[in-house]
């Protein structure tokens, strides 16, 4: 039997901790989409997703209701979409990444991921017609992510893709620079990208996935810091054992979403990804965390090992939660999505190099980063094959999203809206790795025995 | 299928009656009720059962919410599951 206590818990982790469902997104494959005329393969992409997704954003707003939980987005992911452009004798990425826009308005959702490559060893047909299209595609669109995987701990890193890709980024910050460079705040360049990730911008429908799916994001730092603030001083023991069990909880809540639209929408479920996702709402925040666990200010020493212990418990509390867990499953640390960590990045105490060390123990990256507008294209491929480098090794997920902030210095700000948030512009270091980054070739995929 | 209620807000004359009385307009059985009043809080959780409702459960929902902003208090119908799924293994 429900006890009072226990329904008050519920009903203050969403109306005071803004305890929610991130996302709910529905997988869809494009492969039987394939078409060797574009303008064919285009109309099928339409009607297929229109299809499938037609009553996502209705089922999820009923789900809502009669649960009282928010979800606050429902996506749609797709097969990366060079994958099917291949078939394709006129590439025309861009033509498909407006049809991909269309769909997603006309099915109402808030994000369609899957504008995206993998070309970890090396490009396919299609994949360099795809990242090329990229910018353009990007600002011509609102609805569209992107994300391309340059790197694995199977394959190495593919230091053409990564050139290609530092070009990439900035050029669509060029192309939307008087939209506060939004472009590249939907772009995402991945190392071991997962391929059920319900989480924007870097979510696409692997080609290991059925044909429709849904997965499920969840969140809740605002629960956690507060469960943290309730139990005082107690030792760390305590305080990984208070976080797993405050993830069970906010993971069960995401199973039980899932299954619930897995059900009503007649589509298998896939996994729940067990995210901390803060936004830039106070008290959202994965940095607050981290703070109410006795840091001074989010970036001083002592943070990588606080971020270790949350992300590390996150898992443990919510793998036992869910029926299958997948995606990013962890704690991000997106610069300007998360109040505390944009109040640290201000301040000074939050640096790149903090943050780089930070993606070796959480999940995903240097997430939403703005950097100096002049930032050359070899700087911006240099910080994505470091990053790329730490998830190869360690055999994670890693991931960068960064925003050159066209026309604009260390300090000043960029602000995209909604949950994308805002951030001051950091500085990075000013010497040239560009020798290295066009050099080219392959970084060879590490050794997996003798761990040192 | 059952639902819980939940009244938080400023205690008053007849907030008991008002969500009950809105219960039974629509078919809808009162199964249990639990409340305390904690200084000038008052906290009310109600059990309903909601299968012989008369309308769908979400309209229902908004209704109380309804009530709930104009008598200044915090009204929430949720359902049962909710509850089950967090706080029992």
């Known amino acids: ?452 | 299928m059952r639902a819980v209620i939940t009244v938080i807000g400023k205690d008053m004359v007849g907030i008991l009656a008002k969500v009950s009385t809105e219960c039974s307009n629509h078919n809808i059985n009162v199964l249990e009720v639990t409340q305390s009043i904690l200084q000038d809080m008052f906290a009310m959780i109600m059990m309903v059962d909601i299968t012989k409702s008369d309308i769908p459960f979400t309209e229902f929902s908004d209704m109380l919410q309804k009530i709930g902003d104009d008598m200044g208090l915090s009204i929430h119908a949720m359902h049962e599951d909710i509850f089950n799924a967090m706080h029992t293994i």
Do not use: W
């Not at chain 1, 992107?146 to 290609?164: E, F, P, R």
């Not at chain 1, 936004?279 to 109410?292: C, F, K, M, Q, W």
């Not at chain 1, 960029?414 to 950091?426: A, D, H, K, R, Y």
């Open chain 1, 1 to 452: 039997m429900l006890n009072a206590r226990d329904i008050l818990e519920t009903i203050t982790m969403i109306q005071d901790e803004h305890l929610d469902v991130r996302t709910i997104t529905m997988g869809i494959s494009l492969l039987d989409c394939c078409h060797s005329d574009i303008d064919v393969m285009c109309r099928k992409v339409y009607d297929k997703i229109t299809r499938y997704a037609k009553d996502l954003v209705a089922t999820g707003e009923q789900i809502e209701k009669e649960f009282g939980i928010p979800i606050i987005n429902k996506r749609i992911s797709v097969t990366p979409a060079a994958m099917i452009l291949a078939s394709c004798e006129n590439k025309d990425a861009v033509k498909l990444a407006k049809t991909l826009e269309k769909a997603a308005v006309a099915c109402g959702v808030n994000f369609l991921g899957g504008f995206s490559a993998l070309v970890q060893k090396g490009f396919g047909p299609g994949d360099r017609e795809l990242i090329e299209a990229i910018p353009e595609a990007l600002s011509v669109t609102d609805h569209i992510c992107s994300s391309v995987n340059i790197g694995s701990t199977k394959a190495g890193i593919n230091m053409d893709a990564v050139g290609l890709m530092g070009k990439v980024v900035r050029k669509s910050a060029e192309l939307t620079a008087d939209r506060d460079c939004i472009g590249p705040a939907k772009l995402v360049v991945f190392c071991n990208a997962p391929e059920d990730n319900p989480f924007m911008a870097g979510a696409f429908h692997g080609a290991g996935e059925p044909d429709c799916v849904i997965n499920v994001g969840v969140s809740g730092p605002g629960v956690v810091r507060a469960a943290l603030a309730k139990a005082g001083g107690c030792d760390l023991t305590a305080v990984a054992d208070l976080i797993k069990k405050t993830a069970f909880k906010i993971t069960r809540m995401g199973q039980l979403v899932a299954s619930e639209a897995s059900r009503r929408l007649g589509v298998p479920f896939g996994i729940v990804d067990l995210s901390l996702a803060p936004t830039p709402a106070i008290g959202d925040s994965v940095a607050y965390i981290l703070e109410e666990m006795g840091l001074e200010c989010c970036g001083c020493h002592g943070t990588t090992a606080a971020l270790a212990l949350l992300n590390d418990a996150v898992k443990k509390g919510g793998v036992m939660a869910s029926s299958h867990v997948g995606g990013l499953s962890g704690a991000f640390i997106p610069v300007t999505e998360d109040a505390g960590m944009i109040h640290a990045a201000r301040c000074g105490a939050l640096s790149l190099n903090k943050l780089e060390a930070m993606t070796a123990v959480c999940s995903v990256g240097l997430d939403m980063i703005n950097i100096p507008g002049d930032t050359p294209a070899e700087v911006i491929s240099a910080i994505i094959a470091d990053e790329a480098a730490i998830g190869m090794v360690n055999s994670k997920t890693t991931a960068v999203r960064v925003i050159p902030a066209i026309g604009k210095k260390v300090g000043e700000e960029l602000s995209f809206g909604g949950l994308l948030g805002s951030g001051p512009v950091m500085p990075l270091s000013t010497y040239s790795p560009a020798k290295f980054i066009n050099r080219g070739g392959r970084i060879p995929a590490p050794m997996q025995s003798l761990k040192n």
